[in-house]
Every structure is written in structure tokens, then in C-alpha cells.
């Protein structure tokens, strides 16, 4: 069915999205190196490939007049879904390119920040690009060719989230959601609620343990001060 395509073709754009954002958050790291750029740009252009395919099969599903009410409720969801992915994918893209002109590969100008994570990236690529191992091209110009070409193409997805919203008008706050309000946040809730009771707990614990660290103390000032006064009875009295 139609909506099962548009709703695969969502899902692996989210997917491939969400790697890229994985990715992007490495670089300037000590994990970043010129695969990890390489990795970068290939997802970044499938999710753009994944990204003209969806935008062509939404668009021309909600401008067709013959589809039901409730097929034409489904499809909007879904535009207002993709609408929101191109955005965070933009926003990522621009991230990527302020990185990359910030810690350039070739040329260093700043030191690596210590992020705390550490390991390869590969695993990530490959899953975006649904392959067992990625291939790496040799090359040295990652720093100027790909940040050129990064910046093109942050204009053209530019240009498409605007010819979007040209082309179908979907207002996101006439769309209505298949779940009920806060329903996402039930667990979240329930998780809150629960960190809420164990901080209690570890708190009447932290309490009981200061009272018994204060019992120690007084005991041991005790005994110091009978000490000394039964050291200063013996001093006097055989002095």
C-alpha cells in the first residue's frame, strides 16, 4: 500500500537522521578523524536522497482530491513528521559545518576536546548506509572540497523544506496526533516518580548515618575527656 511506502520510506529517513546525528556530535572530538568526515557525508546524502523521495511521494498523495478524509488525516501526520525531520537535519548540517571549520583535519588549529567518548564510528555509518562495513576513499581535501559542497547542500535542503511548505499547505497545529496528550510521557512519569523514590530512600539513609556518625563522635569526645581528667587527678595527686 501507498501509506506503508510512505511510512517505510519515513522510518529509514529517521533512522538514517538520527545516525547522523550520532556522527556529528564526534566531530571535534578525539574520535574525529577523515573517516569520520568521510562517514558524515555519506549519510548526510542518503538522508537526502531518502529526503526527495519523501517529500515526492507526500506531495503528490496530499494533492490529490480523491483520497479520503481519514487517508488525507494519515498523510498530513506523516508530512508534518517529515517536515520536522528536515528541520533537525538541517539544524545537524549546520552544526556539522561549524565543526568542521572549527577543527580542520589537514591543517590544525585547535586542539581535539576531550568529550569522554571514545571508540570508532564505523558501526554507526554503516548501519545509516545498511551495509556491513563502510568504505573509506583516500583523499586530503575533506577540509575544503566537503565543506564546500556541506554548505551547498544545507542550501538546498534549505530550499526544500521552503518549496515544501509552498507546495502543501499542512498547518502542524490543525494536525491531530493518534495519541492521546502526554500519553509519550506516561514513562517518563512513572520513571520520575521512581528516581523521586529512591533519592528519598537514599536520603533517609544518608540521615540514619549521620546520626550515627554524630553518636560516634560524642562518644569518642567522652572518653577523650575523661582521660585527661583522670590523667590530670593522677598528676595532682602524686605530685
Not at 15 to 37: E, F, M, P, W
Not at 44 to 60: C, G, M, P
Not at 103 to 123: D, E, R, Y
Request: net charge negative.
Amino acid at each position: 500500500m501507498v501509506k506503508d511506502e510512505c511510512k517505510m520510506l519515513l522510518d529509514a529517513l529517521n533512522k538514517v537522521s538520527a545516525c547522523y546525528r550520532h556522527l556529528v556530535i564526534c566531530a571535534g572530538g578525539t574520535s574525529d578523524s577523515q573517516n569520520l568526515r568521510e562517514e558524515l557525508k555519506k549519510t548526510r546524502r542518503k538522508a537526502q536522497v531518502l529526503a526527495v523521495a519523501n517529500k515526492n511521494k507526500l506531495i503528490t498523495i496530499l494533492k490529490d482530491k480523491t483520497i479520503s478524509k481519514d487517508d488525507r488525516a494519515e498523510f498530513e501526520r506523516l508530512w508534518v513528521l517529515f517536515s520536522t525531520c528536515m528541520e533537525v537535519l538541517e539544524i545537524d548540517m549546520r552544526r556539522a559545518l561549524e565543526l568542521g571549520q572549527e577543527f580542520p583535519l589537514n591543517v590544525p588549529t585547535k586542539h581535539l576536546i576531550q568529550t569522554g567518548m571514545i571508540g570508532g564510528t564505523s558501526a554507526v555509518a554503516a548501519r545509516a548506509m545498511n551495509v556491513q562495513n563502510m568504505n573509506y576513499e583516500e583523499g586530503n581535501n575533506i577540509d575544503i572540497v566537503d565543506l564546500t559542497d556541506l554548505e551547498q547542500e544545507i542550501n538546498e535542503v534549505g530550499e526544500m523544506i521552503y518549496e515544501m511548505e509552498m507546495k502543501v499547505n499542512v498547518l502542524q497545529w490543525t494536525v491531530e496526533a493518534k495519541q492521546g496528550p502526554g500519553s509519550e510521557l506516561k514513562s517518563t512519569a512513572s520513571a520520575g516518580v521512581s528516581s523521586l523514590a529512591v533519592m528519598s530512600v537514599s536520603g533517609g539513609g544518608n540521615d540514619k548515618l549521620c546520626d550515627t556518625s554524630k553518636v560516634f563522635a560524642g562518644a569518642m569526645f567522652s572518653a577523650v575527656l575523661i582521660i585527661a581528667i583522670a590523667l590530670a587527678v593522677c598528676i595532682v595527686k602524686f605530685a
